[in-house]
């Protein structure tokens, strides 16, 4: 069995030739099981998504420095504490406070576990699925199988939550009727619509669900329309966690770019969190961009639903650093290293406003897949010290929590880990910052045209291929254990 959306190497497209191709998504006003039966598969695909540009990203000098002080720690061990065989932590670890002061920390995936308790070093599992959504088979009604990417607590013990909605044209192919030929393989991931979904809780974050009429937050203005050469999934597929900032509530979106729509990470707010409809990204000078729903019936102008990315790659994680008042973005992807080596790993950059970045800097290599040896997904970043209902931020000691995949050989494996590991924020020494910004990974630099690889990290859907080239780049003794 298979992780839920990481899918392991055979669900990870070639993610170079995806960015080059990109997914074609076009709208069609057709009913879907119409849209899927009589779509041309075969027509050339609209001008090709490209990768975001992000002028803004990388353009600052870093305000503080990340260090690892600490070993890890297990927090919750799949051998030892799992409901099912499908209990794995398989997204980032997102908190809040319950009414009565106990902390819910959730990082499933579809299951919709948690860990509950005191503190974050007393946490023990709850069992019972939080969220579960409804597996519907039409596109439109945003209700396919999803998981909570995101939550924020509010009064009264009303919790908000994001939810990243997978439609699956091959999961849904009975009912559909028809498929578009490459969606009869189960791991295609061109045969994936993402968006996400708004979810509320009012029992204090124990159980969620759907507001009527009330629950897409963003998509992009496309319909599910897959090409022949297609190689990776489209829509808005992540989300960061959820933070407050001078009366509006933000939250990074994962956008998978398709048509017009740059892949990259976007930056979406609202003034009233408790509506889905009332979310507005950000497209490049205000936060104007209300996003449309394309099976809704009514024609849409594609052009004017289209989110700005101010970074390049996914940001998973977003804290506010209060000693030093500005704020911290966690990625994983690839970078290069000082020698021009490919590494991976979990990168971070810092941000006093949220779009303007400096560039990435490396906080842990992983080993590449092909050592066969664990892997490490989804990073996030949380304070224990951190007083607010919802960790935005804290102090100067916060952990960074991942999930580790343990493999035995080279096998596809669901034994994963939630894993933490302490870290200390410092400020940058000002005597070594030449050197710093040599060694930085500046995500904004020009690509050098003799070289395939794009500095600064690339997608977590970066595919083993590319991690294969990654790996052989790189000597044995450079990668850093994290367990």
């Given amino acids: 069995m298979e992780s839920p959306h990481n899918r392991n190497d055979r669900r990870r497209a070639n993610f170079a030739q995806a960015m080059a191709r990109a997914a074609a998504v076009t709208p069609a006003p057709a009913p879907f099981i119409a849209a899927l039966a009589l779509a041309p598969w075969m027509a050339c695909p609209p001008a090709a998504a490209e990768v975001a540009d ?65 503190s974050f070093d007393h946490l023990h599992v709850d069992c019972h699925a939080l969220w579960q959504g409804g597996r519907k088979a039409n596109p439109g009604l945003y209700d396919d199988m999803s998981w909570i990417g995101a939550t924020y607590a509010l009064p009264g013990g009303i919790v908000i939550g994001l939810a990243s909605n997978e439609w699956s044209a091959y999961r849904h192919r009975e009912e559909a009727g028809a498929v578009p030929i490459n969606c009869e393989d189960a791991h295609n991931d061109a045969c994936l619509l993402y968006s996400i979904t708004q979810i509320v809780s009012q029992d204090g974050g124990s159980s969620f669900r ?49 048509g017009e729509q740059r892949s990259g990470s976007c930056l979406m707010r609202t003034s009233d969190l408790p509506h889905a409809r009332a979310w507005r990204a950000w497209n490049g000078s205000d936060f104007s961009v209300e996003f449309a729903d394309p099976y809704g019936g009514e024609p849409i102008e594609a052009g004017k639903h289209l989110c700005t990315p101010v970074a390049p790659d996914e940001v998973s994680s977003i804290q506010h650093v209060d000693s030093y008042d500005t704020y911290v973005g966690l990625f994983r992807g690839f970078g290069q290293s000082d020698e021009g080596r490919v590494i991976a790993g979990v990168f971070y950059a810092t941000t006093p406003d949220l779009i303007h970045w400096s560039p990435w800097q490396l906080l842990m290599q992983i080993p590449a897949e092909r050592d066969c040896r664990e892997i490490i997904y989804h990073p996030s970043m949380l304070a224990d010290d951190d007083a607010t209902p919802n960790f935005e931020g804290g102090g100067d000691h916060p952990y960074l929590y991942f999930v580790r995949v343990n493999r035995t050989g080279c096998r596809p494996s669901i034994d994963s880990d939630l894993v933490r590991v302490p870290l200390e924020i410092r400020a940058v020494v000002q005597k070594n910052k030449a050197k710093t910004h040599e060694r930085m990974l500046d995500a904004g630099a020009p690509r050098d045209s003799s070289s395939p690889w794009p500095r600064g990290p690339l997608s977590r859907s970066h595919s083993s291929t590319t991690e294969d080239k990654a790996a052989r780049l790189n000597s044995p003794k450079n990668h850093s254990i994290v367990a």
């Fill in 210 to 258: 759907y507001v009527e009429g009330d629950h897409l937050a963003a998509a992009l203005p496309y319909r599910f329309n897959p090409q022949p050469t297609q190689a990776s999934s489209a829509g808005v597929a992540t989300v960061s966690n959820i933070i407050s900032r001078d009366g509006f509530h933000y939250v990074f979106l994962g956008v998978r770019g398709v």
């Fill in 54 to 118: 992000a002028p803004t990203f990388g353009s600052l000098a870093p305000t503080l420095t990340l260090v690892r002080s600490g070993p890890p720690q297990v927090v919750y061990s799949w051998r030892k504490q799992q409901c099912t065989a499908k209990s794995v932590p398989d997204a980032p670890a997102r908190a809040f406070r319950e009414p009565g002061g106990d902390i819910r920390l959730i990082a499933a995936g579809f299951d919709s576990w948690s860990l509950v308790g005191r």
